[in-house]
């Protein structure tokens, strides 16, 4: 069984303070990636990062970065400095080689107020 | 961004007359799906399809049927309404025999009413 979990149901910060969305996952399989989508109040999804499952490096994009880490099944998100548009709902979803769908979390509600 | 349309974008139905939402890709992408985004629920899936004419069940698929008989259009079709079917539902597509590229991507969504 695979099962995506974002404890974090909303989250509150205020413009640039840094934020961390937590995901854990649950997989029986070796081979997996990883996703996170950002849905901003227009209500589009759009796809932020891919992460293989043999590959755990660590990833920077500007103010976004993604930890990683097998042994606490965990791929985490921090935004740094935070800005008002970053104000979204953000999934983190599951692929594995045993399904052909993308296994979602219930989202975590983020609201950056000025 | 990826060529994904969806049409309707909005739609209000009455209980017991059937619908049908279609999705169509210009990316050639063989992969489709059906999602449907409920608060509380995330987004869960109803079917999808990996190839003309292959189709499959997802984790919410009762109500619902699918037909794909081009490359481009994934059709979903409520036989008939119900009040639980209100919803936004999602069109995905995916390339997954590019070992390297797994992520979907997403339509703008349709928000179906039932009433």
């Known amino acids: 069984a695979q099962k995506v979990t974002q404890a974090q149901t909303e989250i509150s910060v205020v413009e640039k303070e840094d934020v961390t969305l937590d995901c854990v996952y649950e997989?029986?399989?070796?081979?997996?990636?990883l996703f996170w989508y950002k849905q901003p109040p227009s209500g589009e999804l759009v796809f932020l990062i891919r992460?293989?499952?043999?590959?755990?490096q660590n990833e920077i994009s500007g103010r976004y970065s993604w930890n990683f880490q097998k042994s606490t099944s965990s791929f985490n998100f921090t935004i740094t400095a935070s800005q008002v548009v970053d104000s979204a709902v953000y999934f983190c979803?599951?692929?594995?080689?045993?399904?052909?769908?993308?296994?979602f979390g219930k989202g975590t509600s983020l609201l950056v107020t000025p | 961004d990826a060529g994904i349309t969806q049409s309707p974008r909005h739609k209000v139905t009455e209980t017991g007359t059937p619908v049908t939402l279609r999705c169509h890709q210009t990316?050639?992408?063989?992969?489709m799906y059906w999602y449907r985004q409920d608060p509380g629920h995330g987004l869960r899936l109803i079917h999808y399809?990996?190839?003309?004419?292959?189709?499959d069940k997802g984790e919410v698929s009762d109500g619902y049927s699918v037909s794909r008989s081009k490359t481009e259009d994934f059709l979903l079709t409520l036989e008939s309404a119900t009040s639980s079917q209100t919803s936004v539902y999602f069109c995905?597509?995916?390339?997954?025999?590019?070992?390297?590229?797994?992520?979907?991507?997403f339509g703008p969504g349709t928000r179906l009413t039932v009433t």
């Open positions: 399809s990996y190839g003309v004419k292959d189709t």
């Open positions: 990316e050639n992408h063989r992969y």
């Open positions: 995905a597509i995916s390339e997954v025999a590019r070992r390297s590229s797994y992520e979907q991507y």
């Open positions: 997989t029986r399989d070796t081979t997996y990636y």
């Open positions: 979803a599951l692929f594995s080689n045993s399904g052909y769908a993308l296994n």
């Open positions: 992460r293989n499952s043999f590959d755990e």
